[in-house]
Nanobody, 124 residues
């Protein structure tokens, strides 16, 4: 089971970026996929979660209306579209998967599989 988030990049303030999370070794059908970030000096923060079995989606309050999570079944990939980025969004972004039922975004310990993370820097 592997997850790989990519789309590492430098984004200007106000810009957008879409992060793909590609799954290999398993299909997304039975899993919840979550996106997290860790900014310098801060704890890992949950951003969004998509449960493929029932299509349910949840966003953390800080990104609601700004981020969009979606999936492409054919590519076995989940995406996080991030808009109107500001320097405070500079962080390492992670995708994670679990077969457990998740309430809200979920806590990091509730997820079983993690990708290695991808750096996103928002700067002019």
């Amino acid at each position: 089971v592997q997850l790989q988030a990519y789309g590492r990049g430098l984004v200007q303030p106000g810009g957008s970026l879409r992060l793909p999370c590609a799954a290999s070794g398993f299909t997304l059908d039975d899993y919840a996929i979550g996106w997290f970030r860790r900014a310098p000096g801060k704890d890992r923060e949950g951003l969004s979660r998509l449960t493929t079995s029932d299509g349910s989606i949840y966003y953390g309050d800080r990104v609601k209306g700004q981020f969009t999570i979606s999936r492409d079944n054919a590519k076995n990939t989940v995406y996080l579209q991030m808009n109107s980025l500001s320097p405070e969004y500079t962080a390492v972004y992670y995708c994670a998967a679990t077969y457990r039922p998740i309430v809200g975004v979920g806590r990091p310990w509730e997820y079983d599989y993690w990708g290695p993370g991808t750096q996103v820097t928002v700067s002019s």
